[in-house]
């Protein structure tokens, strides 16, 4: 039987996989009127407000404690503005279910950056789960593989998104947060908009306010539903789970994400997507639905978080 815990842990998953995995066809739906570096912008100016005003609605403090200043930029630059940017890029270079595959090689960077910074050691189930996800998404590429060497750009923005993702889900499991969730999440909307805007200013058209209706819907789910909603899902997952866990269980996204282009998008399912979600399915089930015997060596909080904030998932 199911412990509480691990269904919530199971529930979470399942939650951020929909949320991400249908980004990705909305994203190269909005590409097709809205440049990237307006999109990011747009994104992360919406995403900050939202979110802080939803944080002092709670009763979390804005303030960042002096000594997770630092760690807050750092984690902001590789999550949010470093992946999010490359993968824009991306998919203007490549096929969608292409980018949306290199990006999810990131449980295998991830699993291994932790053993070094954080001393994790994944044990033999950790292990064969993130054999069986990077499988799984090689079989769901498939041909494209073969092809990626025609498009050296695409591939590389998306390489470079995945390591700056995985290195920013370490340092996350790095630091002892004692701010409230919402606002860590604000705050690393807010830090990566200087970063874009000033490129959006400088390079992109000014942007069409006569948006198709499908690109204006794509655009609010995008924003509310991946943005706000997905990157709190994400650090309520990292914060439950070890990095290889949580890594490893975020392999199921592409698999929604390839599925959802071709119900979105209209193209024709190929059969290797099939075993491609079972071999993902395996993974996720390895890791999630076992709980280790060994602690997690995550560091406590050093003081209790504001009242009412609470620790996502918890």
């Known amino acids: 039987m199911i412990s509480r815990a691990r269904a919530l842990d199971l529930s979470l998953v399942g939650l951020i996989s929909v949320c991400w995995g249908l980004n990705w066809p909305a994203v190269k739906i909005i590409l097709t009127q809205i440049q990237p570096w307006t999109l990011r912008s747009l994104g992360f100016a919406v995403g900050a407000a939202v979110l802080f005003a939803y944080a002092r609605s709670r009763g979390e403090s804005l303030a960042v404690p002096r000594g997770q200043r630092w760690p807050l930029a750092a984690v902001a630059l590789l999550n949010m503005a470093g992946f999010n ?9 490549m096929a969608t279910s292409g980018a949306a595959i290199i990006a999810y090689t990131m449980p295998a960077w991830a699993t291994l950056l932790a053993i070094p910074i954080l001393g994790e050691r994944p044990g033999p189930r950790q292990w064969m789960g993130l054999a069986c996800g990077l499988t799984g998404l090689a079989v769901l590429l498939g041909p494209d593989l073969l092809r990626l060497g025609a498009l050296p750009l695409g591939p590389a923005f998306m390489l470079t998104g995945a390591l700056s993702w995985a290195l920013g889900n370490v340092l996350i499991k790095r630091t002892a947060w004692t701010m409230g969730p919402n606002a860590i999440t604000g705050w690393q909307f807010a830090i990566s908009l200087p970063v874009v805007l000033p490129f959006a200013l400088a390079l992109d058209p000014a942007p069409t306010l006569a948006l198709e209706p499908r690109v204006l819907v794509a655009l609010v789910f995008h924003i509310l539903v991946a943005m706000v909603g997905g990157y709190l899902l994400w650090f309520a997952i990292v914060r439950r789970l070890s990095v290889a866990q949580a890594s490893v269980s975020s392999l199921i996204v592409p698999v929604i994400g390839v599925t959802g ?11 290797r997507t099939y075993a491609a979600l079972a071999l993902i399915l395996c993974a996720v ?27 996502p998932g918890r």
Request: glycine content about 8%; hydrophobic content about 45%.
């Open 285 to 311: 089930l390895l890791v999630v639905m076992v709980r280790d015997k060994r602690p997690v060596p995550t560091p406590a909080p050093v003081t209790a978080e504001p009242r009412g904030a609470g620790s």
């Open 85 to 93: 940017i490359c993968s824009a890029f991306g998919q203007m270079n």
């Open 261 to 271: 282009a071709i119900v979105v998008l209209g193209e024709t399912p190929p059969l």
